[in-house]
């Protein structure tokens, strides 16, 4: 599965962006895709994930109301509607994924907490400044 992200640039603060990660190669029945984010000297950070065999979603409290998570399924994009930005919110923002076959249980909050995913994208960097 290659993830490719796109949408990051500066922005003032109150600003808004949106974010787009698009997979490819993806063959198994569902898939989860998260983001994260990273600032320099700071560990990274999960922000929301959403998976498609439902639309089910979950976010960060850092983000929760102000971020928006999305998916079209018919193009393996998802997007992150990113919404009254702040400087804490300057960072690379980057994609994951994982894919899932049908049955059985599975932990999608604990592989997000966990940050285990198969594939990865290489990001895009968001600067809130004024």
């Known amino acids: 599965v290659t993830l490719m992200e796109s949408g990051g640039g500066p922005v003032q603060p109150g600003g808004s962006l949106r974010l787009s990660c698009t997979a490819s190669?993806?063959?198994?029945?569902?898939?989860?895709i998260a983001w994260f984010r990273q600032a320099p000297g700071k560990a990274r950070e999960g922000l929301s994930y959403?998976?498609?065999?439902?639309?089910?979603?979950d976010y960060a409290d850092s983000v929760r109301g102000r971020f928006i998570i999305s998916n079209d399924d018919r193009t393996k994009t998802v997007f992150l509607q990113m919404n009254n930005l702040t400087r804490e919110d300057t960072a690379r923002y980057s994609c994951?994924?994982?894919?899932?076959?049908?049955?059985?249980?599975?932990?999608?909050?604990?592989?997000?907490?966990?940050?285990?995913?198969?594939?990865w994208g290489q990001g895009t960097q968001v600067t809130v400044s004024s």
């Open positions: 994951a994924a994982q894919e899932y076959s049908n049955g059985g249980y599975v932990d999608f909050t604990r592989r997000f907490r966990n940050q285990v995913f198969r594939s």
């Open positions: 190669g993806l063959t198994l029945d569902y898939y989860l």
């Open positions: 959403i998976v498609s065999l439902d639309n089910r979603t």
